[in-house]
């Protein structure tokens, strides 16, 4: 694995793009584990020029990939796997914590903070026309805020070290 | 009746000679007149007859029950280590409200509760709970003893089968004690650290 992880490093693209249906990823990460810990979550931005889906991704890190949804219903957290996250055009969709997520089941190691995570998206239009685009997600500390993308400015964020 | 629901009656009986105690307490100071309604941005569910004390392991093994953080406040969430999201940002939030609380945060101890025994090892939640806060300690008991604390709590907890694997629903409130060990406060998820603090502050006077 550490293999893949280098090589990462040295392919990592903080926006991947894809050619055809022109999808961007954005600010993709994956939350770090501790030794033992089997699954975590990877979050995104993701747009499409046209309407498209997000169908199920991939990773080398893990034998079990899954696009689920994190919903709170009468203050009980569940956690369902959906079929698809779709994508209107030139709309951003966010997976982040307390929505969609991707992830990461069974894990035979450690996600180590710093390192990237590689993942395969594959994206399927309405015609059925099915498409990949290659990610490296960063990975950040197990403790990362829900937001870790917006520092500052963030009243409820005060006081809060990082 | 197996050891387990005795030790689970004895426990709940414990704490009934101290809510008679502070019941005479807050009479007194009723009648004092000086007793002040306090308005927290969590629920208010003192008295009511729910997380009156737990039995569970920490993972050095130790058993732990509430008389061993008295004097101090305590934050108990339910979770799972695997959870994706709602876990790890209770568990954030849980450190920002120590920092926010400056030189009280001493005076907080915060318990996370695995629903998840079957995979939550104590290895795994010793390292979980430390990734935020060293002070921070993982409880867990067999599934009986899961059950029977989720059920004290009023904690709602279900095995789900996810596409490989299988992932835990559960209830996700924080639930607080004052210092003298009382449930005082249920916080809602959706609450932020700051009037979690604001709260904290209330109870730790
Ligand atoms: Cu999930």
């Known amino acids: ?162 | 009746m197996t050891l387990e629901n005795t030790e689970m009656a004895t426990m709940k009986n414990r704490p009934s000679r101290r809510t008679l105690l502070t019941m005479g307490g807050l009479a007194l100071i009723g009648l004092s007149g000086c007793q002040r309604k306090m308005v927290f941005n969590g629920i208010d569910v003192s008295g009511s007859e729910q997380g009156r004390d737990f039995e569970l392991k920490d993972p050095e093994g130790k058993t732990r029950t509430l008389a061993d953080f008295k004097g101090k406040a305590v934050m108990v969430f339910f979770g799972f280590t695997q959870c994706p999201d709602v876990c790890p940002t209770a568990l954030v939030r849980a450190a920002e409200v120590k920092q926010l609380l400056g030189k009280d945060g001493d005076r907080l101890q915060v318990l996370f509760v695995t629903v998840d025994p079957e995979r939550d090892t104590p290895e795994v939640l010793k390292a979980y709970t430390a990734a935020f806060d060293p002070s921070f300690i993982g409880l867990y008991g067999d599934l009986q003893r899961t059950a029977e604390t989720a059920k004290e709590f009023k904690v709602h907890y279900e095995k789900v089968s996810t596409g490989s694997s299988y992932t835990m629903d559960h209830t996700a409130l924080t639930f607080v004690y004052d210092p003298s060990g009382k449930l005082r406060l249920v916080l809602r998820h959706q609450q932020s650290a700051q009037e979690f603090a604001q709260d904290l502050r209330k109870l730790l006077l």
């Open chain 1, 1 to 162: 694995m550490t293999s893949i992880f280098r090589f990462a490093a040295v392919a990592l693209a903080l926006i991947a793009s894809s050619a055809h249906a022109q999808i961007t990823v954005k600010d993709a990460w994956v939350r770090a584990t501790v030794p033992q810990q089997k699954a975590t979550g990877a979050f995104m931005q993701l747009q499409s020029a046209k309407d498209t889906r997000l169908v199920s991704a991939s990773s080398p890190v893990s034998p079990n990939v899954e696009v689920h949804e994190m919903s709170m219903q009468d203050n009980t957290m569940k956690m369902r796997q959906v079929p698809a996250v779709d994508l209107p055009a030139a709309k951003t969709v966010e997976l982040k914590p307390g929505g969609y997520h991707v992830m990461l089941l069974n894990l035979p190691g450690p996600i180590k903070e710093g390192e990237t995570v590689p993942l395969t998206l594959t994206f399927e239009s309405k015609a059925g026309e099915r498409e990949t685009v290659e990610v490296q997600a960063q990975v950040r500390p197990l403790n990362s805020g829900s937001a870790p993308a917006e520092h500052g400015g963030h009243g409820s964020k005060a006081g809060y070290a990082h």
